[in-house]
């Protein structure tokens, strides 16, 4: 996907690199549809949690994307949040075990109805993500 | 620490197992105060999120640790908790790099009050792990 | 319904027997649904909170799920497991003039958006019980 | 619209007087939803949060409104009703750029899939009230 | 306790009434605190939960107040009001068995953080409740 | 208060300005504890929510700590947060009644135990900005 953006700001490069990384085109999606909005807003989404959290060398994608699974299926209200990031997980190199590992605990920490309801969301996010493999099939 | 519970429990010891690796006390002080309460309760404290969901091996405790950690620093109401699974994930040999970089995502997903209350807490943990250092020096 | 389930574990056998006590259909297709996802955690959805809590004879179901619905009403983002408790105290013989009580004192500790959002999802459970009786008119 | 209500309690009067002066006809529907399934509760919609708080006069709704919608985005779970009251603070004078700001800091104190998804809600409203200009263009 | 109030008026004047029957002095305080901070929210404070709600003849205290402690406790932030319900149902005649099986439940749908938080709120409840028999013994 | 920090950077520039602007010494307190525990966590929290998002020019901070104060009330578990913001409101110049008005409709939509935990916030506050008049009579 071509991106027209501010690519001289290092934050937004650094956030976009990121984006580019982890996300299936959802983030993206999320972030066009801002643009017609606020685009002030549309680029602090990419800057502050990409740009300058997620993009921190400390915690590489594949270690990072468990523990933000976690705490979005633990809020409860953020399906589509967990949805973008699931993908983003499974894209890094989570396996499947490994996700349902995560979102068993969320079941301890903030009730069944959230685990549910993250288990639900992830039904769908591996029903997409096998879909274009039977296509081509 | 003695623990007198019904070891021949199968899903009581595994927790009880679980329990004695990753806490610093904190969990058992939760057990022991329980226990005058609701005897019952501290049972399933024990069997369901230590024994059946915390000790399964598909994740180890120094993988699983960060991901509890994001979570309940997520849920904004639940210090105490943050605070005994801090320790636990310290002991279990996360990093005070590793912790800083998932209590800093918790400003992203739940915003900059609950992170400010977990890197509180954090500060808290910190000082009580390094205090016995300082006592025997 | 048929249910092929591990029926030899005591705690899956009792939780079973409660979920064929309160649920209208809408629980038994939150577990087949997770059975493709991970049939683990389908197993303590019945074990745990059906099996080791919502079976305690403490509590029969009469007295307990106004209670349930309480609760989950004041969640605010819990909808599909306030349907489901909304039928099972519906199948237990709470009436509606009971659970509207319960539901309005909602407005009171979680406010009005919380209460508003879980009398609408109380019209339309209302409708699915109606409906039958109007198909058979 | 009309609405056959008892305009002769004081706290209702002044709560419609309220809703007529704020409402692009949502809080109306939920209203007439309501009276399907408790009359009781949808007087007191009108009674408490409009009759009593609203409408006291030390805050006019061209104040009150921003602060409203800045607590209902940074709930997270009740898009319903931030709909309702983007509608309304467009309608009592806010700007497009004064309620971006408000929904901005959303991100802050409640992290960015709160303010994610106001901001989608925001764009649905836009749209909303930009409509019925195409049709008559 | 003696209190001076606008008695005159209805609402306050029921729910004044509903306060001396279930409050065992918790929101007598928040009355009079608030008094100093704002008079009209005291008022309110009677008025609606407890004049306009809780007081409503479809449900008597008795089986009210468990509904009550259930929601509390599954909010997670509220302790100082669960406190107050939590004595309430013990003056209005639940059981403390009644009260336990309540608040294990939170641990399903709120998980456990909220449950243990509720249950240390009920163990201070219960050590003050027996405190003036053992003063007096 | 004196600040040696890299006051180079634009965005921690604005943001220190704002603080200096709004804070009473409470988020300058936060941001000194946190310098022991992550440098870097106490440079986004000047650089995002004050540098990036406070200091926007579309709204001052006369209209914007109304919604701030609003907003974190909502949340329910932020009370150290409200503090500070209800001194930045009086700093900036909101009245009293002003802050009453917008801490009252908390029990609109989020329950009174929000709003009663609000209160007392405020009556903290409220103490604490007379009492150094009081010292100085």
Redesign the interface.
């Known amino acids: 996907m071509m991106c027209e953006v501010p690519l001289c700001d290092e934050r937004f490069k650094k956030g976009w690199e990121k984006i580019k990384e982890i996300d299936q085109g959802i983030l993206q999606d999320?972030y066009k549809?801002?643009l017609?909005?606020?685009s002030?807003?549309a680029r602090?989404?990419v800057q502050?949690?990409f740009g300058?959290?997620?993009s921190?060398p400390?915690?590489d994608s594949r270690?990072?994307e468990?523990?933000?699974?976690?705490?979005?299926?633990?809020?409860?209200?953020?399906q589509?949040?967990l949805r973008l990031h699931l993908h983003a997980a499974i894209k890094v190199g989570c396996t499947r075990?490994?996700l349902?590992?995560?979102?068993?605990?969320?079941?301890?920490?903030?009730?069944?109805?959230?685990?549910?309801?993250a288990?639900?969301t992830?039904?769908s996010v591996?029903k997409e993500v096998e879909a274009p493999c039977k296509e081509s099939a």
């Open positions: 999320f549809s801002l017609d909005i606020s002030e807003f602090q989404l502050f949690p300058d959290v997620y921190r400390a915690l270690r990072r468990p523990a933000i699974v976690s705490a979005i299926a633990a809020l409860g209200h953020a589509p949040q075990d490994e349902i590992e995560v979102l068993m605990m969320t079941a301890v920490y903030s009730g069944f109805p959230a685990a549910l309801n288990f639900a992830f039904g591996l």
